[in-house]
């Protein structure tokens, strides 16, 4: 079956840095769309990357631009969001996402909370 399991949330201080993974199983990871969103309690859900395949073009929302990475490894079916300069706005529960067509996979989340 599919899984999207999402790891490397926690606790950080403003300024410091994670990097999410996602492990990604029972697909054609290859040839999906993958990409990162987030939820903070009260919001509602937002893109926060999206990188394409093939070719791996990627996009940002403008309030995480030049601060987050998004990557993958298509030989490790894995999804990886590098976060620098991490600020209280960015606390949220981070999503993986996996698209192609009509078929939408989700992950069931990693919490990042930004905080002194």
């Known amino acids: 079956q599919v899984q999207l399991v999402e790891s490397g949330g926690g606790l950080v201080q403003p300024g410091g840095s994670l990097r999410l993974s996602c492990a990604a199983s029972?697909?054609?990871?290859?040839?999906?769309?993958m990409s990162w969103y987030r939820q903070a309690p009260g919001k509602e859900r937002e893109l926060v990357a999206t990188?394409?395949?093939?070719?791996?073009?990627?996009d940002y929302a403008p309030s995480v631009k030049g601060r987050f990475a998004i990557s993958r490894d298509d030989a490790k079916k894995s999804l990886y969001l590098q976060m620098n300069s991490l600020n209280a706005e960015d606390t949220a529960v981070y999503y993986c996402?996996?698209?192609?067509?009509?078929?939408?996979?989700w992950g069931q989340g990693t919490q990042v909370t930004v905080s002194s």
């Open positions: 996402n996996a698209a192609l067509g009509l078929r939408d996979y």
């Open positions: 029972g697909f054609a990871f290859t040839v999906y769309r």
């Open positions: 990188i394409r395949a093939p070719g791996g073009s990627t």
